[in-house]
């Protein structure tokens, strides 16, 4: 499940190692000078970004790619520790010691219908933005981000060789980026690499990727029910919901945000609950339904977490 993961270890344990090994087992290797006159070396181990400088050594990329030579497939904590013991061996470094910066938790699922076809249904998320591309969804606040793309489109955007196995089929990845202050994010001192091989952690990767999706607002999809019209009022409620289907719901929250930058209303607390009850009308169990492309994503999802191991 892992794929990219960014690596940094401080100059006063890299100083105790001879970073001249490192450098020589490097390719693309340039240097440059900073404004200050320190020197910065940087190179790669296959698609892996090594910089060497005065503060330390930073290495970023996908981990995945490196050891599995493609990231159409994700690293399990296993394959995770076997990919730190190379990288340790080919750069003469301690691996297990540096800090990890970055850490991306993803994995791909085959579906029934284009990626594309999902993404209408996957709503709001509260503490998040959420931003609709065509052919993916990001989900971003600042410390993390979650996104469902078109894994197929993302490798042939990128021209890489797409592995047999996935040619003509639909696959949607789901992954969630941790790309700022990790150890406040999983509440402990530090995250090292060591830390992200360990089994408990692990699982609670697995956990909170899917408590994530599952934070995200589904849309239900309309139906009309004269069995629940029972007066005019029933009839209004039907064509409300009708409307915000027509509108979309992520244009319409779009159309609350644009007036709380205009202080439309009187007071601050009405956007907030203006989307609450948009919310609870478009969940309505009498007059919306689950769809079945969310009923498939979501056993999908679940699938996955319940064969963690």
Request: glycine share 2%; with cysteine.
């Amino acid at each position: 499940m892992y794929d990219t993961i960014n690596f940094w270890l401080s100059s006063d344990k890299v100083n105790s190692f001879n970073i001249s090994d490192t450098s020589r087992h490097l390719v693309n290797i340039s240097e440059s000078f900073r404004d200050d006159g320190q020197n910065l070396i940087s190179g790669n181990i296959k698609n892996l970004k090594v910089s060497i400088r005065l503060e330390g050594i930073s290495i970023k990329g996908s981990l995945a790619k490196y050891f599995l030579n493609d990231n159409f497939k994700t690293l399990t904590r296993l394959d995770t520790q076997r990919a730190i013991e190379q990288l340790s061996d080919e750069l003469y470094l301690p691996i297990h010691e540096f800090n990890i910066t970055r850490l991306d938790f993803a994995q791909n699922m085959l579906m029934e219908h284009p990626p594309e076809a999902y993404y209408n249904f996957l709503g709001d998320c509260i503490h998040y933005t959420r931003l609709k591309q065509p052919q993916s969804i990001y989900y971003s606040n600042g410390l993390k981000q979650k996104l469902f793309y078109n894994k197929i489109a993302e490798g042939r955007k990128k021209r890489e060789t797409i592995p047999e196995i996935w040619n003509d089929r639909n696959v949607l990845r789901y992954e969630m980026r941790y790309l700022n202050r990790l150890p406040k994010q999983f509440n402990t001192s530090m995250v090292t690499a060591q830390t992200i091989t360990d089994e408990k952690f692990y699982m609670t990767m697995f956990d909170n990727w899917h408590n994530e999706y599952n934070s995200i607002n589904k849309i239900n999809d309309f139906k009309i029910n004269t069995k629940e019209m029972k007066s005019p009022k029933d009839f209004k409620k039907q064509l409300e919901i009708f409307a915000i289907k027509q509108l979309g719901q992520d244009n319409l929250f779009e159309m609350i945000e644009s007036l709380r930058l205009q202080n439309t209303f009187e007071s601050p607390e009405y956007y907030s609950r203006l989307k609450k009850e948009i919310r609870t009308l478009c969940s309505t169990p009498e007059i919306t339904i689950e769809t079945e492309l969310i009923k498939e994503l979501n056993k999908k999802i679940d699938n996955t977490k319940r064969n963690y191991r």
